[in-house]
Nanobody
Framework: VQLVESGGGLVQAGGSLRLSCAAS????????MGWFRQAPGKEREFVAT????????YYADSLKGRFTISRDNAKNTVYLQMNSLKPEDTAVYYC?????????????????WGQGTQVTVSS
């Protein structure tokens, strides 16, 4: 599976962005998907995950209510809608694919990774 993220950029605090992750190479609907992020000088951390059907979604506790993960299996794409952005959301955002029905908050559970897209939130 090849994963390509897009939609990152520079936004002011309080603004919104929608990240996209386009998948190719295998049957997208057979993969749970996840979003992770890595801020400068910090380890990569879990953001959100969605099951292959889209029926189960989980978020990092600190992000609940601001971020929404979704997927469109017909378009082989997973999305991350980010609202009320804060400077501390500044990071490189990665999508990942897991060959299981349900996602995971653990990096090592994912089989494929995208190259990342930069999100910068100015104060």
């Amino acid at each position: 599976v090849q994963l390509v993220e897009s939609g990152g950029g520079l936004v002011q605090a309080g603004g919104s962005l929608r990240l996209s992750c386009a998948a190719s190479g295998r049957t997208f609907s057979r993969y749970a998907m996840g979003w992770f992020r890595q801020a400068p000088g910090k380890e990569r951390e879990f953001v959100a995950t969605i099951s292959w059907s889209g029926s189960n979604r989980y978020y990092a506790d600190s992000l609940k209510g601001r971020f929404t993960i979704s997927r469109d299996n017909a378009k082989n794409t997973v999305y991350l809608q980010m609202n009320s952005l804060k400077p501390e959301d500044t990071a490189v955002y990665y999508c990942a694919a897991r060959g299981r029905s349900n996602g995971s908050w653990l990096e090592q559970d994912y089989d494929y990774w995208g190259q990342g897209t930069q999100v910068t939130v100015s104060s």
